[in-house]
């Protein structure tokens, strides 16, 4: 943990600068997908070693809670308990979890548990945004992807937060309407990236990071990079490369 010491102990910086400087810290870590889906019973994994672009993110947004709140006194087992807590409070409606259905899969539902806890706001709606009504369902309607569904009690479950995700308004800036928007998009906001595909309501994750040019870009763990990586051209560059995104949600720490 060796990366809380190059963070900045200042009390007022706010904690999306933090989360940013986190995710810079960590550029160059391998993409690996699936490591929150090992066998057995859900567990709490905290391995900053392989990151795909959620636990890139809960990553991120932990380390930078745990610096906040860290004593210059603090070992590094108390840094490391303290991380493993804010992760945990990220990632689960409840912890330790009673199972699979405890882990926020959809990030709606956590953006929901993150903003119910202080943690975070939405600020998408006063971007120039569209409502998205579609019905949240991807993972009940594609049951092969999610082995741990065959348990009937879990499926309800899962059940459940899609039809509650699908009654609650969620909004959206449209790809086209993202340039206008980009002035209200501060440096360590999380962007959440909306794809056309029915069921799904984000797709893929990362932090807005403007370089000394002003340009704004994608900080991500990049499935095509192979790696956390910034994105190399703008992040409207970036959705025009990306065809089957529709919009972006901006969600900011606090």
């Known amino acids: ?28 870590t391998p993409y690996v997908a699936g490591t929150l889906d090992g066998p057995g ?51 689960y409606r409840e912890y330790p979890p009673s199972s699979y259905a405890s882990r926020l899969h959809y990030f709606s539902d956590w953006i929901d548990h993150n903003e119910r806890r202080g943690v975070v706001h939405e600020i998408t ?12 369902d991807f993972m009940t309607t594609h049951l092969d992807r999610y082995p741990p569904l065959a348990d009937h009690e879990i499926l309800r479950a899962v059940g459940r937060v899609e039809e509650q995700l699908t009654r609650s308004l969620r909004w959206v800036v449209p790809v086209a309407d993202v340039a206008r928007a980009e002035p209200g998009i501060q440096e360590g906001d999380i962007l ?8 799904l309501d984000v797709s893929h994750l990362g932090l807005a990071h403007r370089t000394p040019d002003g340009v704004l870009h994608l900080l991500h763990a990049s499935l095509t990079g192979g790696k956390v990586e910034i994105s190399a ?21 606090h």
């Open 192 to 199: 959440a990236l909306v794809p056309g595909t029915p069921g």
């Open 1 to 28: 943990m060796a990366w809380f010491d190059l963070l900045s102990p200042e009390r007022d910086e706010p904690i999306a600068q933090q989360t940013v400087r986190a995710g810079l810290e960590l550029v160059g």
């Open 125 to 136: 709606e006063t971007l120039g945004a569209e409502a998205d009504s579609r019905p949240v």
């Open 41 to 91: 019973p859900e567990r709490l994994i905290c391995d900053v070693e392989g990151l795909d672009c959620m636990t890139f993110v809960e990553s991120a947004l932990a380390i930078a809670r745990t610096r906040r709140g860290l004593l210059a006194s603090d070992t590094q087992r108390t840094a490391q308990s303290l991380f493993e807590s804010e992760l945990a409070a990220l990632r």
């Open 233 to 253: 051209g703008s992040l409207t560059d970036y959705l025009k490369d990306h065809p089957k995104i529709t919009g972006i949600r901006v969600i900011r720490p």
